[in-house]
């Protein structure tokens, strides 16, 4: 089967750095995806890791480590339109199916 | 640029009725995927589609299909409706079947009463 853990709430001032976290089970896993929804809107592709390292993309990074099963993703120069849910996603080539995480709640404060 | 485009926008429907939402995919585009997302919970996977052969399907019920036709366009029919498939229908499309980007939809929002 496919699971993804990641922290429910996160909270931070802006300027700041965040960094959310996420722990994958995927048999056939091909790569990790991040995405952000704002509410009641669609998710939107942030980031994608294949292989092992960081990625990065202006103020948001991405990191993966197939090993560990683990990934995360890096907010920097925190601004308060950052404030969204924010979800780890996997590919598994096994089964052709894209799964999501739970989200992580972002709350930018001033 | 074009997106994927999904109608309608807002569906009400009473229980016991049919609904049918439409995906149309950006061009080029070679899988289709279908989430269901309540209100405070992550997109869960319904189906998906690649090269308009069935792919995969998650936790759909029996009174949802699914199909992809020759134009890549995508329908998702739910029948004998339930107050419980109340939610925010996505639909996503990606270039690889691998779902390295997914470019959703704005989603269509059922609300049955």
């Known amino acids: 089967g496919q699971s993804l853990e990641q922290p429910s709430e996160v909270t931070a001032v802006e300027g700041a750095i965040v960094q959310i976290n996420c722990t994958y089970q995927?048999?056939?896993?091909?790569?990790l995806s991040w995405y952000q929804q704002h509410d009641g809107g669609a998710p939107t592709f942030l980031s994608y890791?294949?292989?092992?390292g960081l990625e990065e993309t202006g103020r948001f990074s991405s990191f993966l480590s197939r090993s560990d099963s683990y990934g995360y993703l890096l907010l920097q120069e925190l601004q308060m339109k950052d404030s969204a849910s924010y979800f780890c996603?996997?590919?598994?080539?096994?089964?052709?199916?894209?799964?999501f995480g739970q989200g992580t709640t972002l709350q930018v404060k001033p | 640029a074009a997106g994927v485009i999904q109608s309608p926008r807002h569906l009400i429907k009473e229980k016991r009725e049919t609904a049918t939402l439409k995906c149309y995919p950006i061009?080029?585009?070679?899988?289709v995927y279908w989430y269901q997302q309540g209100p405070g919970q992550d997109p869960q996977f319904l189906i998906s589609?690649?090269?308009?052969?069935?792919?995969d399907k998650g936790s759909i019920p029996d009174r949802f299909s699914a199909q992809q036709f020759s134009d890549y366009h995508s329908e998702l029919n739910m029948s004998s409706l339930e107050l419980g498939d109340s939610a925010l229908y996505f639909c996503?499309?990606?270039?690889?079947?691998?779902?390295?980007?997914?470019?959703f939809g704005q989603g269509t929002r059922l609300t049955v009463v």
């Open positions: 996503a499309s990606s270039t690889d079947g691998k779902a390295t980007e997914a470019f």
């Open positions: 061009p080029r585009h070679d899988t």
């Open positions: 995927t048999s056939g896993f091909y790569g």
């Open positions: 890791n294949a292989l092992d």
């Open positions: 996603a996997a590919f598994s080539s096994n089964t052709g199916k894209l799964i």
């Open positions: 589609f690649y090269e308009k052969m069935q792919s």
